[in-house]
């Protein structure tokens, strides 16, 4: 056993799972070859809105390597079948199809004919409305979703037909032979547009382009704007934002023909709910599913869903009885994975003269896309508390509408929906700070929520965990020398200087590890929101984790290793945890929503204690000791008041396992399972100071100075919370500078690759400052909030926020997102041209 230091938590125990993830030794979804193995590709509509007036995939059947092809009318009855799963179970399941693969792979014959097909009205329209988990009001319209459309495809990239052969690529060769003949319908790209009476629809069936309208009030909002003094309308357009994960999406579904057995490989964030979802939509059993995520190379909240090609793959390899697989490439990933955001934010807010907030009333429209996918109508809603920030103020009220387009269904994206609502309420106070004349540190902290260390309602009624936010902004504000850039800009204003000095704040909080699983049943979330850990201790003293989570670039091997090694005073490099394959971890509620620590990390920790009662138990009796007379330290029991009598935890596992003389009652075995369901959510928070330099001829704007103290309750692992808030603040900074997902008239995505959509890189990039301060959160037994979308949250406001700063002396009042050099130009010129008389003119 390695020494162990007094304590991990808190130090920066370097990354365990780095070195194969940056040396090549990673496990990918697309590294993985079974034998047999046959690929899929995806015949994708060109069209945004159009009926399918013809289809014909035999064409592809006569191309080398070719086995079969689909169309979605073939698949249809593949979904959502609950006679499916009877089939299933009745012996082998590729004969029960009827299909004989090697008989028909010799023949090249065209498979489309399915004996088994069910109809449409065997199937229930419960699941068939596809796998939304958030239906968000009882009258939510929501589309049908065929996974491979069947007469109508909805937006560009939406599978039509699928080939199956030998190679991936001569499987993509051979879309080029399917026919297919599109009859172009109307196309509903713009919100308000879809909103606008007689507007095309997307859905005919629905009646409707509005899925729901919900709604929230708290205090007299009307009262609040009429007593001000002061009242602010702002309008904020978020574009939508493609997530770009580096490893794209991959899936592999393998069949054990003599069990009927399946084990789906995906790189996914979410395991264990695709295993549920997938189970019911193909209609296997779920004791028959296994689903691992091998090692996933990001996802930012892309991959917490459940997409068509996991469900074909698992589908194809039923029904061919060989592994199928399945590799997203890029362009694929920009037009049929989920986008995120896509939001236009109407805010007004009340106030009094001295900068004292009033009431808000926040009107949201959210783009849902064409279909729902897991999350989609809610994740604009997990921010409908969040408007009112870190202030306190007496009247609230939101209201969301989510419409539907012709484009990529929306979901979670880095923050989702937090981001959005911290943007509106930072760039809005400092809208206020400039209308009543102060400086906007100062507009926030007459706003702030006093210090508190216990749940405390927010003017929407939801309560913060814990706060205490002048300590953030203060050390932030020192950090960036405040005074010494506004004297700096004051000498660049008043010489005119081409580079014009901004200085922006956001002091943002957020809400993670959504819990506890009663309270998600009152916002419509129809998955738990515990977590489970289970914690061995091995015969030799070692430990084994397996946790419910699971990781994407976020580091929990190291994290949990370090909360169990504490825990249990072994060292770090004897914890080995084991994630992300649900017949090690049969339960789990995966990772998003930065939930992970608080929800998932508290749940080893309370296993830990678990392991630990009982080898206290057992560790007493060894020593003919009484067990309240046991203390524990540095991986030894001793007697309170006699330390020479000892026993080692490396001797109580060992005694655990012989079990040739354990106390009266006691099981053999040190292995202990929880599963915590917290009572409550936790709330980060911080302070962000961005300056920019703008290029007021070229309407370049760089960032030299960034500033982040960030608070995250108790620290696991410093190291890695610095990384998770150097992604988060570069997404953020990509979102309000750069990164754009824009569509033409006729829904045709044209930021479709690369080249067209701007990724910042490490030149557009600056050095941040970060520092922090620690509220401990009352909601988890270790103290800690969330890190992973913090910097996502906190960023983009703070970049605005000093875009618009740095064009004051120009009366600018707002640019839209990304500030791209052509955006900031043309508002230059355009307050230029007003001043000068020549308004209007562009
Ligand atoms: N941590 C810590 N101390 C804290 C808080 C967190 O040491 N007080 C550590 C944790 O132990 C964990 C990491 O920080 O190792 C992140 O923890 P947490 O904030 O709980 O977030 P999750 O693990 O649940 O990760 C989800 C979050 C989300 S929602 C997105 S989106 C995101 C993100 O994480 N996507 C990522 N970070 C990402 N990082 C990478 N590399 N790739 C992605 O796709």
């Not at 150097?726 to 990509?734: D, L, P």
């Not at 824009?742 to 910042?760: C, F, K």
Request: hydrophobic residues 35%.
């Amino acid at each position: 056993m390695t020494e162990a230091p007094e304590r991990y938590v808190g130090g920066g125990v370097p990354g365990k799972e780095d070195p194969a993830l940056i040396t090549g030794h990673a496990n990918w979804t697309d590294n993985i070859k079974l034998p047999g193995m046959l690929h899929i590709a995806l015949l994708r509509s060109p069209f945004a809105h159009a009926k399918i007036t013809h289809l014909d995939v035999s064409g592809a059947l006569e191309q080398p390597g070719v086995v079969v092809a689909f169309t979605g009318e073939d698949l249809a009855g593949e979904w959502f079948s609950s006679q499916r799963s009877s089939a299933t179970n009745a012996g082998n399941p590729v004969t029960g199809y009827g299909l004989n693969f090697e008989e028909r792979e010799k023949q090249g014959a065209h498979l489309t004919a399915i004996e088994d097909r069910v109809d449409d009205e065997d199937v229930s329209p419960d699941v068939l409305r596809n796998f939304c988990a958030w239906p968000v009001t009882e009258d939510m319209k929501t589309p049908t979703h065929w996974l491979v459309a069947r007469d109508e495809v909805n937006y560009m990239g939406e599978p039509v037909a699928v080939v199956v052969a030998t190679d991936r690529f001569k499987a993509q060769d051979a879309l080029e032979f399917i026919e297919v003949d599109y009859e172009p319908m109307d196309v509903v790209v713009d919100m308000e547009g879809a909103l606008a009476e007689g507007s095309p629809l997307v859905h005919e069936e629905l009646g409707t382009n509005k899925s729901y309208t919900w709604t929230l009030e708290n205090g007299d909002v009307e009262d609040a704007f009429n007593k001000a003094d002061v009242t602010l309308k702002e309008r904020y357009v978020h574009p939508r934002l493609i997530s770009n994960a580096i490893e794209p999406r991959a899936t592999v579904a393998q069949i054990d023909p003599a069990s009927g057995s399946f084990t789906l490989y995906s790189a996914t964030q979410i395991p264990h709910i695709l295993k549920h979802d997938l189970s019911e939509a193909c209609g296997i059993p779920e004791q028959r599913l296994r689903v691992v995520a091998p090692d996933v190379g990001g996802g930012f909240g892309s991959k917490l869903n459940v997409y068509p090609e996991e469900a074909l793959t698992l589908v194809l390899t039923r029904k061919l009885g060989r592994p199928v697989k399945w590799v997203e490439d890029r362009s694929e990933n920009y037009q049929a994975t989920i986008h995120g955001r896509g939001q236009i934010q109407d805010i007004e807010m009340a106030a009094t003269s001295e900068g004292k907030i009033l009431g808000m009333r926040v009107k949201l429209l959210a783009d849902m896309g064409a279909y729902f996918q897991v999350s989609t109508p809610g994740i604009p809603l997990l921010g409908r508390h969040l408007y009112a920030g870190l202030y306190t103020f007496e009247a609230y009220s939101f209201e969301c509408s989510g419409v539907l387009t012709n484009k990529t269904p929306t979901d979670a994206y880095r923050g989702a929906g937090r981001p959005e609502a911290a943007y509106a309420i930072e760039r809005t106070m400092d809208s206020l700070a400039r209308e009543v004349g102060l400086d906007p540190a100062e507009v926030r902290r007459r706003n702030f929520h006093e210090p508190f260390d216990a749940p405390k309602p927010n003017p929407a009624g939801l309560r913060y965990d814990s706060g205490n936010y002048e300590p953030a902004l203060d050390k932030a504000m020192e950090l960036a020398d405040y005074q010494g850039l506004r004297e700096e800009q004051r000498r660049r204003r008043e010489s005119r200087d081409v580079k014009q000095l901004g200085i922006g704040f956001s002091c943002y909080t957020e809400a993670c590890g959504m819990a506890p699983s009663r309270a998600l049943a009152e916002i419509d979330f129809t998955v738990g929101g515990w977590e489970t850990a289970k914690v061995r201790m091995l015969p030799t003293g070692k430990v084994e984790v397996v946790t419910g989570t699971s990781p994407h670039g976020q580091g929990h091997v190291t994290s949990w290793s370090q909360i169990a090694a504490d825990a249990l005073g072994v060292g770090v490099d004897d914890v080995e945890v084991v994630h992300g394959d649900t017949a090690q971890s049969p339960f789990g509620r995966d990772t998003y929503g930065s939930r992970s620590v608080s929800v998932g990390g508290s749940a080893v920790h309370l296993a830990c204690q678990r392991v630990l009662d009982k080898a206290k138990k057992i560790a007493a009796h060894m020593l003919e000791a009484a067990e309240e007379d046991m203390e524990f330290e540095g991986g030894r029991f001793s007697v309170a008041g006699s330390p020479e009598q000892s026993v080692t935890m490396k001797e109580v596992a060992k005694a655990a396992n012989t079990a040739h003389d354990l106390p009266e009652g006691v099981e053999p075995g040190l292995d202990e399972n929880y599963f915590f369901d917290p009572p409550d959510w936790v709330f980060p928070f911080g302070a962000h100071i961005c300056v920019v330099e703008i290029d007021t001829e070229t309407g370049r704007v760089t960032i030299p100075k960034y500033v982040a103290v960030d608070d995250c309750g108790t620290v696991i692992n410093p190291v890695i919370v610095d990384g998770q808030l150097h992604g988060g603040i570069a997404q953020g900074i990509a979102e309000a500078l750069y990164e754009e997902a824009r569509y033409d008239e006729d829904g045709t995505l044209t930021t479709a690759s690369m080249v067209d959509y701007m990724i910042p890189g490490a030149p557009e990039l600056p050095s941040y400052t970060l520092e922090r301060t620690v509220t401990p959160s009352p909601s988890n037994p270790l103290g800690v909030k969330g890190i992973g979308e913090a910097g996502t949250i906190g960023a983009p406001p703070a970049i605005s926020n000093a875009v618009i700063d740095a064009l004051q002396p120009y009366g600018v009042k707002n640019i839209e997102k990304p500030a791209s050099p052509m955006r900031v130009w043309e508002a230059i010129q355009d307050a230029q041209g007003q001043a000068s008389g020549r308004g209007g003119d562009r």
